[in-house]
C-alpha cells in the first residue's frame, strides 16, 4: 500500500519521537485527513467549491453543514466535553461571545498574520475571512410585475404582502446583522433597538416569510421574492445561476459585516483545523471568495477579482453602505434577540 509523502513523513516523525520515549498526540500528527467545520453550508457564499478547493490543495476532506451561526454556537456549547466540530464560520458576533463563553481557541496561524488589525482578534480567538453588505436581494420575475423596491420602508407597502422573506434575527448571524442595517437606518443605535423593532412589527402586518436558515434556494425559485440578504448571495444568483435577481442598497443605508472562522477549543482534528482557516486566507483562498462575489479580507477585490468586481453596483450605491461597532454588536445581540421575540408576540 503507497502512502503520500506528507503521511511518511508524520508516521516516521511519530515512529522517531517514540523511540526516543517521547510521547506524541497522534491525532496532532497524523490526524484522519478531514475536518469538521460548523456552518458551511453549499449554498452560502461559495462553500461548496470551497469546500472541494480545500481537499484538491490540502487533501483535508470537510463536509456540507448547513447549520446557522447560533446552531453552530449551541451545538459547540452543547458538545464542549467531547468536541466534534473543530473549526467553524460565524457572523462576527457569534464569534465574540464564543469567545466569551470560552469555546474557541487562541490560533494566530499563517492566515491571521495576512489580516489587518481591526478584522482580527488581537488575541487570536477569531479572525475575518470576507465580508459583505446587506440589502435585499430581489426575484424580479417573481414579483409580477410589481416595481423593485428601493427602500426599506418600500417593504411595507400591502403591495409586497407575502413577498418578503428574513432570516430569524434572533438565531441566524444574517437575520441578526440584517435587522442592526434597518436598526441603524431607521435612526436607532446599538443601544436603542427600538426603531428596528418598530419596523419589524409593522412588516409583520405585510406577512414575511421568516426561516431560521439560509434560504437562497427559495429566493432563486421565487418562493420569496424579496430576501434580506447580502450582495454576494445576490451577484451570484445572477451571474452564477442565471437567475432574474437584482441587489438593492436600500436607500436609507445599510452595513458591511465581515464573516470569521474560528478554531474550537479541544477540536478532535486541531491541526486540520488550523489548515482550513490557513488556507481560506491565502492568496487562493481569498481569490476564491474574490471569484464569489464576497470582498476579500487579504488584498482588494478589483486586483484579485476584477471580473467580480465590475458586476458590483456601482461605489456611489455602496457609499450607502456603513460599519458598526461588532464588540458592541455582540454585546447587545442576546438583548436585541430577547426584545425582538417579545415584540413579534406583542
Known amino acids: 500500500m503507497s502512502i503520500s509523502r506528507r503521511e511518511f513523513a508524520k508516521s516516521a516523525l511519530a515512529a522517531a519521537l517514540w523511540s526516543c520515549g517521547v510521547g506524541v498526540s497522534l491525532p496532532a500528527l497524523a490526524a484522519d485527513g478531514r475536518a469538521i467545520v460548523y456552518n458551511a453550508p453549499a449554498e452560502w457564499a461559495g462553500w461548496g467549491a470551497m469546500l472541494q478547493l480545500i481537499k484538491k490543495e490540502t487533501g483535508i476532506s470537510v463536509p456540507v453543514d448547513n447549520k446557522n451561526s447560533g446552531q453552530s454556537v449551541s451545538q459547540i456549547l452543547a458538545e464542549q466535553k467531547n468536541p466534534v466540530a473543530d473549526a467553524c464560520y460565524l457572523g462576527v458576533s457569534f464569534a465574540i461571545n464564543a469567545k466569551n463563553q470560552g469555546l474557541v481557541e487562541n490560533y494566530k496561524g499563517e492566515g491571521w498574520n495576512r489580516v489587518p488589525d481591526g478584522l482580527k482578534d488581537p488575541d487570536g480567538a477569531w479572525v475575518s475571512i470576507h465580508a459583505g453588505t446587506i440589502g435585499l436581494m430581489v426575484n424580479v420575475e417573481a414579483l409580477d410585475g410589481l416595481p423593485v423596491p428601493k427602500s426599506w420602508n418600500d417593504l411595507l407597502d400591502p403591495k409586497y404582502e407575502g413577498l418578503v422573506g428574513f ?19 431607521m435612526g436607532g443605535s446599538l443601544d436603542n433597538f427600538q426603531p428596528a423593532l418598530d419596523y419589524f412589527k409593522k412588516l409583520r402586518d405585510n406577512s414575511p416569510i421568516v426561516p431560521k436558515q439560509t434560504a437562497y434556494a427559495r429566493c432563486l425559485s421565487g418562493e420569496i421574492p424579496i430576501l434580506f440578504d447580502y450582495d454576494f448571495a445576490a451577484y451570484r444568483a445572477k451571474h452564477v445561476d442565471g437567475a432574474p435577481i437584482e441587489f438593492v442598497i436600500p436607500a436609507e443605508g445599510t452595513i458591511q459585516v465581515p464573516y470569521v472562522m474560528c478554531l474550537v477549543k479541544n477540536a478532535p482534528h486541531m491541526e486540520n483545523g488550523k489548515a482550513v482557516i490557513d488556507f481560506v486566507l491565502s492568496e487562493k483562498g481569498q481569490k476564491h471568495w474574490a471569484d464569489n462575489f ?12 476584477p471580473e467580480a468586481a465590475a458586476k458590483f453596483l456601482p461605489a456611489s450605491e455602496y457609499a450607502r453602505a456603513g460599519s458598526i461597532d461588532y464588540g458592541r454588536m455582540a454585546e447587545v445581540q442576546q438583548a436585541f434577540g430577547e426584545a425582538y421575540l417579545l415584540a413579534m408576540k406583542s
Not at 167 to 185: E, I, K, R, T, W
Not at 294 to 305: D, S
Open 167 to 185: 432570516l430569524d434575527p434572533s438565531s441566524a448571524f444574517v437575520g441578526y446583522a440584517c435587522a442592526m442595517a434597518v436598526n441603524q437606518a
Open 294 to 305: 464576497l470582498r476579500p479580507v487579504v488584498g482588494e477585490l478589483e486586483k484579485i477579482a
